[in-house]
């Protein structure tokens, strides 16, 4: 046997040993509240695969908590059926499921409370319905004989009268017989405890005026059509009012007896208690349904209350959500422990409440850092937008927590319309684009969705999920645009700008795409595969084509560690000198770079590659500064050349531009100007001093096949 095999069988070994010991305590737990035949061991044996079956159902994927709902039958087949048991039998499953259930931590604690908590649910709902089908043969074995009774009363009448005496004195359930005015002739001791009077104090009493606040409304009209000999009986769940103020919960089975004739006599009330069960069900219920932090709904009960809201025909006309994220939480965490973090999500919790106090408000925490304020029917989108203000307001005076006063800024996603329109998932992912709306303007405010900005946000999130496998499947191709040498016209090299062929969308430019490559971290790949596709290129053009290219340096890829390898090992795959790249990096991502943040532009402009500041002007960086950068050539952005396209062109931009080239020629530095569509344009910079240019005047970007076809012969 190999070691692992000996690893595995050992982990084995001490789960089913954790196993055992759980079912020891819970034999132990459960024995003296039970009415089984078994000895304490063989109630341990009997537990121990209900045990398994329940750590088991723990772990499986997807999560169901069926099981419990088998594992409460068999435990009232095993006749642990007393009125103590069954919080015995929970409490132990709360207690050591997870501890011995879950040995090896394969989920995390908060999940496995979460599914051990389902499943108390479900063993409480198995057992219930297990014990009321048995206490419903019971009682149908009780209705049979009382009717048998009362009919042969004039032939057997003491045989029949000691055999019904003898099932309605033992009976665990509550019995009461009553005439056809309700008063109640006779009731059993059952039924007496569960009121807490004695069996004459009960038959006083008539059961028309056992009338409960909570009554369900077609109680009383099932009553009345009993006592009109309509129905025969039925069946339903009623509140009663103890002596002690308290409410006893019962399962009530009331049936009509008839005579011989078939008329109407008696009214036969079975009672079963189950106010335990019913507190139990709630309890539960609260703990599945509510944020233990907090104490606020939490997304469960939040989903129910949405998805009610939205049903066509809830009654409910429009709705309206505010979901709210709080800005930095993540800081708070990591800077000041979780202690102080939980603390804050209290207070903000706290305070969200104390400015939606309405009822047709919902406040509800759905994840960590993330609240939502659901409302019923508002007045108008304003009603909406002014809870989320007074939300703000109520946040901005600083929290004391531990001792300290935290600031708390938060982003609010706005979503507010007609009841029945949209399903919750898109309520919830609209809500979810509109809070990031809000946390990308800056944060500490609100955005109201909007359905263009929502289609807009899903086709970026479309692209970003799509980017990685698009670069595997080739979908990604160049274009390249000449840089013209102003002086004669020739062509001084070209620029390698990327595309993506999208299978749906069709041919997308760099504006769609390399913004979401840079955020995502896909740029670098890409990057590489820009400049090793550009850099190939020269080496298959044919002669009289320049062998300079232009390749765009994002800032991710500026600031990436293998940034200078990589870029020597695709000119030397390539057969390349160094002379023959141009890196362009956009001025904002120099501005405010120090000495070690250039140090790899440094080392490749020594190696002989050219580097270029693009877009320039645009950064409002120091112009003495352009002597601490490795550039060789300014690219001046087309924002500052437009008003030389006019006839005659704008003062204003001829002495700015001519003040550039000046200063970059002072430098020795090359200008490039980008942008250039008309002739009169491209006379003006010519005059002026300009060394190169690209634009739509002399050429649009195109493949490598259409360039050296048009510039071959230049």
């Known amino acids: 046997m190999t070691p692992s095999h000996e690893h595995t069988e050992l982990d084995d070994d001490r789960a089913d040993d954790g196993l055992r010991r759980f079912a020891r305590i ?17 109630l341990e044996d009997f537990l121990h695969p209900l045990v398994r079956t329940l750590s088991e159902a723990l772990h499986t994927q997807p999560f169901s908590p069926a099981p ?67 206490t419903l043969a019971e009682q149908e074995a009780l209705s049979r004989a009382a009717l048998a009774a009362q009919s042969a009363v004039e032939e057997a009448l003491h045989a029949s009268e000691t055999r019904f005496r003898a099932v309605f004195e033992g009976a665990t359930i509550g019995i009461g017989i009553a005439d056809m005015n309700g008063r109640l002739r006779d009731a059993n001791g059952a039924l007496a405890r569960m009121f807490g009077h004695t069996v004459e104090e009960m038959c006083r009493r008539n059961i028309n ?70 507190l139990l069900h709630l309890r539960l219920r609260y703990e599945a349904t509510h944020d233990e932090l907090t104490g606020l709904p939490n997304r469960t009960l939040f989903a129910e209350r949405l998805e009610r809201i939205l049903t066509a025909g809830s009654g409910v006309r429009r709705f309206g959500l505010c979901y709210l994220d709080i800005d930095g939480f993540k800081t708070v965490n990591d800077s000041l422990g979780h202690a102080v973090g939980d603390q804050l999500l209290v207070s903000v919790a706290e305070r969200l409440q104390s400015c939606t106090a309405a009822p047709a408000h919902l406040v509800a925490r ?173 080496c298959t053009w044919a002669s009289g084509l320049p062998l300079r290219v232009n390749v765009n340096l994002s800032p991710r890829q500026l600031h990436h560690p293998d940034l200078v390898p990589d870029t020597i090992a695709v000119l030397e795959a390539a057969g390349v000198e160094p002379s023959a790249l141009c890196l362009e990096v956009t001025e904002s991502a120099l501005i405010s770079a120090d000495e070690a943040e250039l140090k790899p532009l440094w080392q490749l402009a020594e190696l002989g590659v050219d580097i270029a500041l693009d ?33 005659p062109a704008d003062p204003v931009d001829v002495t700015f531009v001519e003040g550039i080239v000046s200063l970059a020629h002072a430098l020795g530095l090359a200008v490039t100007v980008e942008g250039v569509e008309t002739e009169h344009q491209a006379g003006q910079l010519r005059e002026l001093g300009c060394d190169t240019a690209q634009g739509w005047y002399y050429a649009r970007p195109s493949s490598a096949t259409e360039f050296a076809r048009e510039w071959a012969t230049s």
């Open 26 to 42: 819970w034999s132990r737990a459960v024995y003296p509240a039970t009415q089984t035949s078994m000895t304490r061991a063989e």
């Open 68 to 134: 419990g709902r088998e594992v409460g039958k068999a435990l009232v087949a095993a006749h642990c059926t007393s009125p103590d048991a069954l919080p015995h039998i929970l409490g132990v499953v709360e207690s050591y499921l997870v501890l011995y259930g879950s040995p090896h931590g394969l989920l995390a604690v908060d999940e496995a409370r979460s599914r051990c908590a389902r499943l108390q649910h479900a063993i409480a709902a198995g057992f219930t319905r297990a014990v009321r089908e048995r």
């Open 209 to 278: 005026d056992w009338v409960h606040p909570d009554d369900a409304p077609e109680v009383w009209r099932l009553h009345r059509e009993l006592a009109r000999g309509e129905r025969d009986h039925f069946r339903v769940e009623k509140p009663y009012q103890r002596p002690d103020g308290t409410v006893l919960w019962t399962n009530l089975t009331l049936s009509l007896l008839r005579d011989a004739e078939g008329e109407p006599r008696y009214q036969l009330a079975l009672m079963e208690d189950i106010t335990e069960r019913r």
């Open 366 to 538: 759905i994840g960590g850092d993330e609240f939502v304020i659901l409302i019923s029917d508002p007045d108008g989108r304003e009603e909406v937008t002014s809870l989320a203000r007074a939300a703000l307001a109520t946040l901005a005076t600083p929290i004391s927590v531990d001792g300290r006063d935290l600031s708390v800024r938060a982003s609010i996603g706005i979503v507010e319309g007609p009841s029945g329109e949209l399903e919750p998932a898109e309520v919830m992912r609209s809500a979810d684009i509109t809070m990031y709306r809000a946390k990308d303007a800056g944060g500490n405010r609100y955005e109201v969705a909007d359905p263009d900005s929502d289609a807009r946000a899903i086709d970026r999130h479309s692209l970003t999920t799509h980017l990685p496998a698009a670069l595997e499947r080739d979908e990604f191709f160049l274009e390249f645009q000449p840089l013209i040498r102003m002086s004669d016209g020739t062509v001084d090299g070209a620029e390698a700008l990327v595309r993506w062929a999208h299978p749906v969308h069709g041919r997308l430019g760099p504006d769609r795409f390399i913004p979401l490559a840079e955020h995502t971290g896909l740029i670098v790949p890409l990057g590489r595969w820009v400049l090793e596709q550009a850099v190939a290129q020269t």
């Open 615 to 647: 877009d320039f002007g645009t950064g409002y960086s120091n112009l003495a500064n352009l002597r601490k950068l490795p550039a060789t050539t300014l690219k001046l952005d087309r924002s500052f050349t437009q008003g030389l396209q006019r006839h």
